[in-house]
């Protein structure tokens, strides 16, 4: 199993530019998350899954938005970057929202200028 | 609002026992308490986690107090490894809420 992948590792974008975060899972979790870490701080939630056509917010979900078409791929879509959203970005995935340990990606370094 | 607090930095010698504290005292009964690290910037790790009885695994052991408002993480025969960001993470309502975790620095 590749575990959790996300694409692509570093990326660069001018303020106002979108892009399309992704992440993909290949062990069949119906749990599925994206986490942004900035410099010196622990991780916070943007959005969840629990399934398939299924998301909902976290705690800091402004700027971003998400879909859930398949069990496998969870994108977060940055709709117009802005510097504040230079961060790294995990996403996760898990059996479930119950006690599960959830399995994080290598991350995405964003830069926005 | 944090939901964990923990020291920001420790250091244990190479091969001794690292305890890690961790306080949460605004846990609620049903909420499980985990422990991740964080090696540089790599994706978080998971260790281990626990409701209310102790707990242990192959890389660590968990020690929760009675009236849940505090654990432990106790890594038993630290080595250089283990050096990493370590995280005490609350989880409500199916969420984790990471802190800023504890750097613990494995000294040789």
């Known amino acids: 199993n590749a575990g959790v992948t996300q694409t692509p590792k570093f990326q660069v974008l001018k303020t106002g530019q979108s892009m399309t975060l992704q992440c993909a899972q290949d062990?069949?979790?119906?749990?599925m998350s994206w986490y942004r870490q900035d410099p010196g701080m622990g991780l916070r939630l943007i959005h969840y899954?629990?399934?398939?056509?299924?998301?909902d917010q976290g705690e800091v979900p402004n700027g971003y938005n998400v879909s859930r078409s398949t069990t496998e791929d969870f994108p977060l879509r940055l709709l117009s970057a802005a510097p504040s959203q230079t961060s790294v970005y995990f996403c996760?995935?898990?059996?479930?929202?119950?006690?599960?340990?959830?399995?994080f990606g290598p991350g995405t370094r964003l830069t926005v200028t | 609002d944090a939901k964990t607090t923990q020291p920001p930095s420790m250091d244990c010698a190479e091969g001794r026992a690292a305890n890690l504290p961790c306080n949460h005292s605004?846990?609620?009964?049903?909420?499980?308490v985990y422990w991740y690290r964080q090696i540089h910037s790599q994706g978080p790790q998971y260790i281990i986690h626990?409701?209310?009885n102790n707990e242990t695994n192959e890389m660590a052991s968990l020690i929760i107090t009675e009236d849940r408002k505090s654990s432990t993480l106790i890594l038993p025969h630290a080595t250089l490894r283990d050096t990493a960001v370590y995280y005490c993470?609350?989880?409500?309502?199916?969420?984790?809420?990471f802190g800023t975790g504890t750097s613990l620095t494995v000294i040789p």
């Open positions: 996760a995935s898990s059996y479930g929202r119950g006690t599960y340990e959830q399995y």
């Open positions: 062990m069949n979790h119906e749990y």
């Open positions: 899954s629990v399934g398939a056509g299924i998301t």
């Open positions: 605004t846990i609620s009964g049903n909420e499980y």
């Open positions: 626990g409701l209310k």
């Open positions: 993470i609350v989880r409500v309502q199916g969420q984790f809420y």
